[in-house]
């Protein structure tokens, strides 16, 4: 099983293309509502390769999945710091190789996901550090917890939930 997400409208027809060429079985996560617009040109889709949008000066990287890459782009907007920000593309195949090279230059790590924080994408990134015996990396989600959460709005969720950029970026150390 393939899993994919999409960043942005352009990635979601570029991901539907490459979905059509495989020849196993593939999910691809899509936010509720409309993605938003981006100023990043998308690489084509190569499985399982990330894509890296904006080296940083800092040691800290925004790793975003799906809808969660523009969160990361908006959050690194309003931080002080010049941030790098990854778009995964892939939690299945992983990147195991982009990982283990942004490893050697990051150290801070943030994801941003539209993913339940248990068994989610800092999970499988964490699975990776791990199998791979790097240490020097500190992974922090902005991943849900494991509650319901109440439908309705999306800004007003998220708000509610302590993922909007201008809150997130006070978590950012």
């Known amino acids: 099983m393939i899993l994919f997400a999409p960043r942005d409208n352009e990635t979601l027809i570029q991901g539907l293309e490459f979905a059509y ?16 617009k981006l100023v990043y040109n998308p690489t084509p889709f190569t499985l399982g390769k990330a894509e890296l949008l904006k080296e940083g000066s800092s040691n800290k990287l ?5 809808a969660g890459v523009s969160r990361a782009i908006d959050t690194e907007v309003l931080h002080e710091e010049d941030i790098a920000i990854l778009d995964l593309r892939f939690v299945k195949p992983i990147d195991k190789d982009m990982l283990i090279e942004l490893s050697k230059k990051y150290e801070n790590w943030y994801v941003f996901s539209d993913s339940q924080k248990q068994g989610g994408v800092a999970s499988a990134i964490l699975e990776v550090l791990n199998d791979e015996k790097i240490h020097n990396v500190q992974v922090i989600t902005f991943e849900y917890e494991d509650n319901f959460i109440e439908h309705g709005d999306t800004k007003q969720v998220e708000e509610s939930l302590g993922l909007l950029p201008e809150q997130l970026v006070l978590k950012v150390k």
């Open 62 to 66: 925004f790793i975003g999945y799906g």
């Open 21 to 36: 060429t495989l020849t196993s079985p593939s999910a691809i996560r899509y936010p509720r509502g409309a993605f938003k």
